[in-house]
């Protein structure tokens, strides 16, 4: 009896200090991503994509990313749904853009974790909305409304520059 109370006593213990340093890496992850989209410079990388009338699309075999540096944005990221209108015959059917971000907006909200972000760019033959919401852990959703396609949703993770 007396080596189950020891040894109930010894768990306690040992579950409380796990939970404490996994509150406090925790903590640190999220301190990292505030920091990080405060930078200015990062990277969205995409997991998953989906279609336009349903299913999940796998994207880690493919090349995809939104790069934020400062006001400049870059993204290649493929594009499973309907095109409205057909600029040019490139054979290029995903969402790609490279210029200045319009109408930046960041809007935190640390009881829910995480941070929206908002902005528009505009190419020679389209405009596009961005909504990314990090989450202080890292993970983010990214939904790109388009003048001349339906809109697209991604899932994936927020990281440094220099990672990708």
Do not use: W
């Not at 853009?97 to 995480?114: A, H, I, R, S, V």
Request: aromatic letters at 12%.
């Amino acid at each position: 009896m007396r080596y189950a109370i020891t040894f109930l006593l010894f768990l306690c213990v040992s579950l409380s200090y796990g939970q404490k340093n996994k509150g406090h890496d925790d903590e640190t992850k999220h301190n990292e991503i505030k920091e990080l989209i405060k930078s200015g410079s990062y990277v969205f990388e995409a997991d998953k994509t989906f279609k336009y009338r349903g299913g999940m699309v796998d994207l880690t075999t493919n090349p995809n990313y939104v790069k934020i540096d400062g006001n400049e944005v870059e993204a290649d990221l493929p594009f499973f749904g309907e095109t409205y209108q057909v600029h040019d015959m490139s054979g290029d059917a995903g969402i790609n853009f490279k210029g200045e971000m319009l109408n930046y907006k960041e809007t935190p909200d640390d009881k829910k974790g995480k941070v929206d972000i908002r902005f528009e760019v505009e190419t020679q033959n389209d405009k596009y909305t961005c909504f990314l919401t990090v989450h202080y852990s890292g993970e983010a959703t990214l939904n790109v409304s388009s003048m001349s396609k339906s809109n697209a949703r991604y899932l994936g993770e927020v990281q440094e520059m220099d990672q990708k």
